[in-house]
């Protein structure tokens, strides 16, 4: 989507390693989502940002951190990558927080 | 536990015909109501919503409405058509404007809409 972009799109990682995922927005908004997509679940809250440094855990938090030490990028880290955490991860960005969302086009990540 | 639930995992309509999707929400602290839509390999892309103040919004051939009493809402699509075809998500907020928890979507499991021609 204009103003918002994940990457990488697609990865296949090892169960173990670490991996980090970036979200970057051109917008200047002030809130970033990290979401989680599975079947039978919808979309899942990971972690969300209010602020620059500004964190804080959503309903699927464990196993996951989060960092934005500037407006434009938020990042979503697995520090020890599981088989559970294969899911498709959007990113979205909001200015108001209440008229809906911009998602990014996902990145899918793979664990083996 | 799940406090927006879309029940019907799919939903077959004709091309023309009205679509009608479902949405409860056990959470009375929500205020806000969105749809989105999602394609294949494509991020959600906001469609319409409606605020706890009103019980029906319009936009072209979408319509929200809600019920509070119920806790329910409903997305009609009048007339349906082919590329309406995509995965339908239902979503809630609560909170107050410009707080730390402001604008936290939950979201329902999706319904996947097919349109036939």
């Known amino acids: 989507d204009a103003g918002i972009t994940q990457s990488p799109r697609h990865k296949v990682t090892e169960t173990g390693t670490p991996v980090t995922l970036r979200c970057h927005q051109t917008?200047?908004?002030?809130?970033m989502y990290w979401y989680r997509q599975d079947p039978g679940h919808g979309l899942r809250l990971i972690h969300y940002?209010?602020?620059?440094?500004?964190?804080d855990k959503g309903e699927v938090s464990d196993g996951y951190s989060v960092s934005r030490s500037k407006t434009e990028d938020f990042l979503l880290t697995l520090e020890s990558a599981t088989s559970s955490q294969t899911s498709v991860y959007f990113c979205?960005?909001?200015?108001?927080?209440?008229?809906?969302?911009?998602f990014g086009s996902g990145t899918r990540l793979t664990v083996v | 536990d799940q406090q927006v639930k879309q029940n019907s995992p799919s939903l077959s309509v004709q091309e023309g015909r009205i679509s009608i999707l479902n949405c409860d929400y056990t959470n009375s602290m929500f205020d806000y109501f969105l749809w989105y839509k999602k394609y294949p390999a494509e991020g959600p892309t906001f469609l319409i919503s409606i605020s706890s103040i009103k019980d029906k919004n319009e936009d072209g051939r979408f319509t929200v409405f809600l019920n509070k009493s119920a806790k329910h809402l409903s997305l009609h699509i009048v007339p349906s058509q082919p590329g309406d075809s995509a995965v339908y998500f239902c979503?809630?907020?609560?909170?107050?404007?410009?707080?730390?928890?402001?604008?936290?979507?939950?979201f329902g499991q999706g319904t996947i809409l097919t349109v036939h021609p």
């Open positions: 979503a809630a907020s609560s909170g107050n404007a410009g707080g730390t928890s402001y604008g936290k979507l939950t």
């Open positions: 979205a960005i909001s200015e108001t927080g209440r008229h809906g969302y911009t």
């Open positions: 917008e200047n908004h002030r809130y």
């Open positions: 940002s209010y602020g620059v440094k500004d964190t």
